[in-house]
Structure formats: C-alpha cells, structure tokens
Nanobody, 120 residues
Framework: QVQVVESGGGLVQPGGSLRLSCAAS????????MGWYRQAPGKQRELVAS???????NHADSVKGRFTIFRDNAKNTVYLQMNSLKPEDTAVYYC??????????????WGQGTQVTVSA
C-alpha cells in the first residue's frame, strides 16, 4: 500500500507564511515528480508547483517569487514554502506524487488535501 499524506495547513494573516509538507510512504520503489495543486471554492483544481526527481522545478505565475517547492528524496517528502500569502491563496492544497510501487506499477497518487486560509 502507498500513502500520500499532507500536513501544515491552517489559518494565516495576509502577508504571513506557511510551510506545507507531503510524505509518500509504503511499498514504494521510486518516486518521480511530485507537485502541489490547489482548489478554491467554485474553481477548478490548478497546479501550484512541481518538482522532478532531479530537482527541476516549475511554479505557477501566480505564486512565482512567493512560493518555493523543494524535496527531500531520502524521505520521499516534498515541501511548499509559502511566503507573502494573499487572500486569493485560500484553497485546499493537494499533494500529488508520480511513483512506482514495489511491483513496478507506476501511477499518480493524491493526498487528502490540507486547508489553507488567508484572512485577517
């Protein structure tokens, strides 16, 4: 079994910071790309940032300069450092992991989501 579990969400004031974490665990052979998505009420899920197993990153234009994605391959964990948060960043944040299990079956796994609310 493979699990992908996020943590670190919460309520923060505009201009504040949060760090999200996402760990993949279980019968894992190899983790490839990992990413963060978000979905605000009434909107479609959108990519926030992604990172390959080699460390190449991609950030959405709306978060460039404010959010940073990074990972610890030894721990199969990806992080999202969020600074200068704005009310429009309010959403449920989901982690995605592209990985192969110990049966060498490769697929995409989603976490359960963590709420981030930016409000005064």
């Amino acid at each position: 079994q493979v699990q992908v579990v996020e943590s670190g969400g919460g309520l923060v004031q505009p201009g504040g910071s949060l760090r999200l974490s996402c760990a993949a665990s279980g019968t894992i052979f190899r983790v490839y790309a990992m990413g963060w998505y978000r979905q605000a009420p009434g909107k479609q899920r959108e990519l926030v940032a992604s990172i390959t197993d080699g460390g190449t990153t991609n950030h959405a234009d709306s978060v460039k300069g404010r959010f940073t994605i990074f990972r610890d391959n030894a721990k199969n964990t990806v992080y999202l450092q969020m600074n200068s948060l704005k009310p429009e960043d309010t959403a449920v944040y989901y982690c995605n992991a592209d990985l192969a299990n110990t049966n060498y079956i490769r697929r995409s796994y989603w976490g359960q989501g963590t709420q981030v609310t930016v409000s005064a």
